[in-house]
């Protein structure tokens, strides 16, 4: 059986986690019109920001944000990579058991927002 490259095999979970970096958007034009024609731009949603993630893949994406807080820093505080050991007790205080494929699915994500900085 021919293995697809790890990049196409996990696209949908890389997305989620690209969708889960990305800051929050809001059109700078749409504040001036707003303003313009009275508004208070405080009173603008920002966009819906939710995205769905397939259930194959939720187990690592829980995983993932669960242990959002574990990113060792470089010396420009940027974020380059999870620190594994911290994660392990995150996750296992909330009862995962990341292994296997999922384990490989955090670090895809991993990947994506380590690319992303």
Do not use: I
């Not at 095999?9 to 059109?27: C, F, S, T, V, Y």
């Not at 994406?61 to 010396?75: I, Y």
């Amino acid at each position: 059986m021919r293995q697809r490259p790890a990049r196409r095999r996990n696209k949908k979970l890389l997305e989620a986690g690209q969708r889960w970096n990305a800051p929050p958007q809001q059109d700078s034009e749409l504040e001036t019109d707003w303003e313009y024609f009275g508004g208070d731009a405080s009173q603008l949603q920002p966009e819906e920001t939710d995205f769905l993630v397939h259930p194959s893949n939720w187990l690592a994406f829980r995983a993932f944000c669960a242990a959002e807080t574990q990113w060792m820093l470089n010396s420009k505080d940027q974020r380059y990579a999870l620190d594994y050991h911290r994660a392990e007790v995150c996750w296992s205080k909330l009862g995962l058991v990341v292994a296997g494929k999922d384990f490989e699915k955090v670090q895809a994500l991993e990947k994506v927002c380590r690319e992303a900085v």
